[in-house]
């Protein structure tokens, strides 16, 4: 057996599982997409009520978090394969029971609330189960995570790029029950794709040492390089956050006065998210983390954040978004690339399900701080904090990263 936990009968390096993987990645993210669209619509036209809404996507981002604490434990009994089929097909019906009840008149609200539920809770886990696929399936290909976690981030963005305004297009064309069936769809082929095409992929020593929350969580607090990332990766999760919910509609109304100059800034910021997390690889390769990581926050926010205080046009507003984006797909995929090197394998089920509970909290916190600070100061005031908030989240990372002498030793 090969710590992998495959035979070397079939250890030849082969491609196809990696490649089928990024396929169900594909399928199963722009399916996410649409729903983000379609479940608030859908749940808004049936109660039109605000509130309402506002509880669903809530109900939802509760489980979400809760799940973190059992990413490990799906993976453990089921394996990484097996916790990515379940999530898939649990998922696919349970978004496809939501509009099959509606049409049977048979979907209360807090039917509705425990279906969308359901679908939130098994996220996480599938998400963990997905980071370790990609290490099996790499390894499995004759590559190195570090090679494909770039372009496989930078295939998610652009999954997630194209789900939204397509969910968008076919809700105002055939109306969000289809395009909730259509979701459905998804996450069921995606499902069928990892159950054909991906091999089990289980660490040697994952039943010698069971996974914790606990754990986990130690292994980031004993990583100074790992705590670090994290919170830089949480800052610019509420950033962007904060920005795509609350300041870019206040913005788009008041300055730029147009929704669609607010599209194009936005298409500005995806594609420069997907540009950086697809050269990410190429740029560590001239810069060192230490440097790097600092250096892509500044970059991310210090423009940024200073072009939204000054009330820029659209013309100076375009290119910095364009620089937003680039550096925090950059940023974002030095961090996968961090975890894949310092939380062993046994522990990486509970610790990506940790970090994406972490992360997705701080994506909720961001809109809820633009929010207050926006509305009862100014947009300057908020940008101004950004700023603040970036440049000492740069410095921690500057100052606090282990620096090496010329033998590799460890200094201060």
């Known amino acids: 057996m090969t710590r992998s936990g495959l035979p070397e009968l ?3 390096p082969s491609r196809v599982p990696l490649v089928m993987l990024v396929v169900a990645n594909l399928v199963s993210t722009v399916g996410g997409a649409m729903s983000l669209v379609a479940l608030p619509w859908f749940a808004f036209s049936i109660t039109r009520d ?10 939802e981002f509760t489980a979400v978090v809760v799940a973190s604490a059992c990413a490990g434990w799906f993976i453990q009994r089921l394996g990484a ?22 049409e049977l008149g048979a979907l209360p609200f807090g039917l ?17 189960a997905s980071y370790l696929l990609l290490a099996g399936a790499a390894e499995r290909g004759g590559t190195t995570t570090g090679a494909v976690s770039g372009p496989n981030l930078a295939s998610l963005a652009l999954a997630g790029a194209i789900g939204a305004p397509v969910a968008g297009a076919a809700i105002a064309a055939a109306g969000a029950p289809l395009v909730l069936v259509a979701d459905a769809v998804t996450f069921l082929v995606s499902a069928l794709l990892v159950r054909a095409f991906l091999p089990r992929f289980e660490p040697e020593d994952a039943q010698e040492r069971p996974p914790t929350v606990a754990g986990a969580l130690r292994v980031i607090g004993r990583s100074p390089v790992l705590r670090l990332m994290l919170a830089g990766s949480l800052v610019l999760g509420l950033l962007s956050s904060a920005w795509a919910t609350v300041i870019a509609p206040v913005y788009g109304t008041e300055v730029l006065r147009s929704p669609a100059a607010l599209g194009f800034v936005l298409t500005a910021q995806s594609v420069g998210s ?66 894949y090197a310092t939380v062993p394998r046994h522990q990486q089920g509970h610790v990506f399900g940790v970090v994406t509970a972490l992360g997705q ?3 909720a916190v961001g809109p809820l701080l633009a929010g207050v600070v926006v509305g009862a100061a100014s947009l300057r005031v908020f940008s101004a904090a950004a700023i603040v908030a970036g440049l000492v989240t740069a410095a921690a990372l500057l100052l606090a990263a282990p620096r090496r002498g010329p033998r590799g030793r460890r200094t201060t």
Do not use: H, K, Q
Request: net charge positive; glycine share 10%.
């Open 81 to 102: 394969r097996g916790t990515r089929v379940l999530s898939d097909v649990v998922s696919g019906v349970a978004v496809l029971a939501v509009p099959a009840l509606f």
């Open 361 to 363: 909290t701080s994506s």
């Open 112 to 128: 509705l609330l425990a279906l969308v539920a359901v679908n939130g809770f098994l996220r996480t886990p599938a998400v963990a």
């Open 10 to 12: 079939v250890r030849a």
């Open 274 to 339: 997907i540009l950086g997390a697809w050269s990410s690889a190429r740029v560590e390769r001239r810069l060192s983390r230490r440097r790097l990581a600092p250096l892509a926050v500044v970059t991310a926010v210090v423009p940024m954040f200073l072009a939204l205080g000054t009330a820029a046009p659209l013309g100076a507003l375009l290119p910095v978004a364009f620089v937003f984006g680039t550096a925090g797909g950059v940023y974002g995929t030095m961090f996968v690339n961090v975890e």
């Open 50 to 59: 605000p509130a309402l809404t506002g509880v669903v996507a809530a109900c």
